[in-house]
């Protein structure tokens, strides 16, 4: 069968098998805890692939640290980069400089490339996760056959590194991470990619009970897009921060640089100018200014 994307311009009625990555679901509950050092995996949106090459985006990634693994995800329509990739450093310390130089979900503006930690690796991470529950829990075979049959899918499978479907129909994975390929239409997809969102907020409010349990508090943890007006001024001052510093030229502090990468792309928030005395990491990238 051939396999689609998960949206497209228009909607099809053709029946087809359509590739979507678990951190492509809406997650609005997802619980506001700490990363632990067993998180060295970000997940990105909008990054300027149309402007930038594979090797150029990479080049990027190293200056946050030792990078094991850059996935682009694909446009399977097209062939073509989607914007949306995970890349994998070889220390939580590397990965944390590459999230928090970033823009996060609830503060994105146009242009703004967005990171979070990876809700595949986290399921990679079964139990031993800072939500101490399985993520593979949400995605049961049983609860996936529910929610297929709910959506009217003709079917739907689930890979990850570490799980593999048992049908022999099933289609080769596309990615270690999380993802799913659905043989629906397109109006089945939307109906579908909802109710597993919907699936994965259960258990995210589950993982929220949990923690706040283990904090010894009565309320649940803080959702994510439920901010103190003190949190929003601190993010907006940390944004300007970043900004100032794309548009600066002098070296940002860091570890130097044994051999910088070059950087065609002055807009993108690397170095501008000779390199020699540059250190890393680099400040946010932020697109076309």
């Known amino acids: 069968c051939r396999l689609m994307g998960g949206s497209g311009d228009g909607i099809s009625s053709e029946v087809v098998a359509r590739l979507f990555f678990v951190d492509e679901l809406e997650m609005q509950t997802r619980p506001d805890v700490a990363p632990s050092q067993r998180d060295r995996e970000v997940f990105l949106q909008s990054l300027p692939v149309r402007d930038c090459t594979e090797d150029q985006i990479r080049a990027w990634l190293e200056g946050f640290g030792q990078v094991e693994e850059v996935q682009l995800l694909q446009d399977v329509k097209t062939g073509t980069p989607s914007g949306k990739g995970y890349v994998r450093f070889l220390t939580h310390e590397e990965a944390a400089a590459c999230v928090e130089a970033q823009t ?14 990876s809700e595949s690796e ?12 399985d993520v593979h829990s949400a995605f049961a075979p049983r609860a996936l056959d529910t929610l297929r049959r709910a959506s009217k899918a003709r079917n739907l499978w689930l890979y990850s590194e570490d799980q593999l479907p048992k049908d022999p129909s099933a289609p080769p994975p596309e990615a270690k991470q999380l993802h799913f390929v659905a043989e ?44 103190s007006s003190g949190d929003k001024s601190e993010r907006i001052s940390a944004k300007r921060d970043r900004r100032s510093k794309a548009r600066d030229c002098s ?20 170095p501008r ?7 890393a990491p680099y400040p946010a990238w932020r697109g076309p200014m």
């Open 104 to 117: 996060s979900v609830a503060d994105a503006e146009e242009g703004d490339v967005v990171a979070q930690w």
């Open 122 to 133: 986290r399921a990679l991470q079964r139990s031993r996760s800072v939500y101490r529950a």
């Open 184 to 227: 629906c239409t397109e109006q089945q997809l939307v109906d579908l990619k909802s109710r597993l969102a919907k699936a994965l907020e259960e258990f995210h409010e589950r993982a929220s009970g949990a923690v706040s349990d283990r904090k010894g508090e009565r309320e649940p943890a803080r959702r994510p897009h439920e901010r």
């Open 251 to 270: 070296p940002p502090p860091g570890q130097l640089w044994s051999e910088a990468p070059g950087w065609p792309h002055p807009g993108y928030g690397g």
């Open 273 to 279: 100018g000779p390199t020699d005395g540059w250190q």
